[in-house]
């Protein structure tokens, strides 16, 4: 399969042939051919999209919904399935993990569908003179939506539910270790009636992305990624005075006070540690214990971790609680932030060493997971993202120390804290520099609440109210009146 570009409502193949392999982290194995899009493929799609743009901007918010909410049904009726397969196969994580994302996804179609109905403004009397204003509300316009490769499917749904509903059109690029699950959910939408246009898809490696960044028809850049990449667009955006969305990396600490339950505090840190082997942005990155509590949490955070299964097939193993890695350059990462440690003097209690083992094909990348114990604030494992299933613990003090050390890194996305006193929550909760904090639970994802980033984490918010209002377009007008003429 090549014809892996969007255009205009139509699938094809790049208009010079090019295409790159999809592989499969799990044994190296080709899944597919992507066309790697031409400047020309990038030109036509964002014309396609800016060609479109006044016919979906003026169906109102009842019209819209109506698409919406047809498109997120057939996506779960009849794209479904396969989607979680070819998610499991180009992304590597258990086929469970993968029905949760593309089950999830069409709850966030769904959720933006209703919310289209609900874009109002406001309006308010002059203070100066017979004059009203009224606040509205317009789509911002043509949108670039570059989507990461460890959530393809939903955090594309985090980008075109709420534009979509604001009226918005997009170019969508997604990764190009992942291109093919996500395609699906588009495909649902042009069989719901989409009109031809408003969604487009361009595939391709950095420099189709690059295209799209600089493009002068884009209006607005929503990217989630690393953080020199959203730098760079960041600059790019600046120069042409573009909106952006930028969600980039994470850091998250995760802290455990002395009075917190651990029966609750020691599963939820290690599935928020390991699952999907580490790579989410809000995955715990650095564990923080008081120092009452210490031993015994890293004992038993230690024998927990030594009984996850890593699966070498995720179709085959759909329960476990691992599978491999993207590619080669993630577990050198990781293995480098592991020998430094390992270096400075912290305790390796369980995994370590890239899994070679005979049931697992030579030519994936897996890595098990990873226990570090007396960790300090200098490792690169406590200051850089490893986005690896790595999870380094220190002791603390008192709770101020705590925060100073959860805030002593660049990055400002996502904080859990747990503890039994609610003035501790508070107090940390209004110190922590974080977009989002958990408090004694270990996801801050809610589609009714923003999602994203201080800091280096990046600018903007999904999700919620505000994930809708970030394709939303402000307008102020101003009327004076006067008494009407008086018929003779």
Known sequence: MTETLLINGNWQASSTGASIPVLNPADGSIIAQMAVASADDVNAAVAAARKAFPIWAELNGRERATIMHEAARLYREKYLDESVRLLTMENGKPLNDSIKECKYTADVIDFYADESRRITGTH?????????????????????????????????????????????????????????ASALLIQAFLDAGLPPGVLNIVTGAGEVGAMLVQHPDVDKIAFTGSVPTGQWIGEQAGRQLKRVTLELGGSAP?????????????????????????????????????????????????????????????????????????????????????????????????????????????????????????????????????????????????????????????????????????????????????????????????????????????IGRELGEPGLDAYLEHKHIRYRYQAPRQES
């Open 254 to 458: 995760f802290i455990v006070c002395r009075d917190a339950n651990l029966d609750l505090a020691i599963p939820e840190s290690m599935r928020r540690a390991f699952s999907h082997t580490g790579q989410i942005c809000i995955s715990v990155n650095r564990i923080f214990v008081q120092r009452h509590v210490y031993d015994e949490f890293v004992q038993r955070f230690a024998e927990r971790a030594h009984a996850l299964r890593v699966a070498a097939n995720g179709l085959e193993e759909p329960n476990a609680d691992m599978g491999p890695m993207i590619n080669v350059k993630a577990i050198e990462k990781v293995q480098q932030h592991v020998d430094d440690a390992r270096s400075g003097g912290a305790k390796v209690l369980v995994g370590g060493e890239r899994l070679r083992g005979e049931e697992y094909n030579p030519q994936g990348v897996f890595y098990p997971p990873t226990v570090l114990a007396d960790a300090t604030p200098q490792m690169r494992v406590m200051q850089e993202e490893t986005f690896g299933p790595v999870a380094p613990i220190a002791p603390f003090d008192t709770l101020d120390d705590a925060i100073h050390l959860a805030n002593s890194t660049p990055y400002g996305l996502a904080a859990y804290l747990y503890t039994q006193d609610l003035d501790s929550a508070f107090y940390a909760s209004r110190r922590l520099n974080f977009g989002g904090i958990g408090i004694n639970v270990n996801d801050i994802t809610d589609i009714r609440g923003s999602f994203g980033g201080m800091k280096q984490s990046g």
């Open 124 to 180: 308010f009397s002059g203070d100066v003179g017979p004059t009203h204003s009224f606040m509205l509300k317009q789509p911002v316009g043509v949108v670039a939506a570059i989507v990461p490769w460890n959530f393809p499917v939903d955090l594309l749904a985090w980008k075109i539910g709420p534009g979509l509903a604001a009226g918005c059109t997009f170019v969508i690029k997604p990764s190009e270790e992942t291109p093919l």
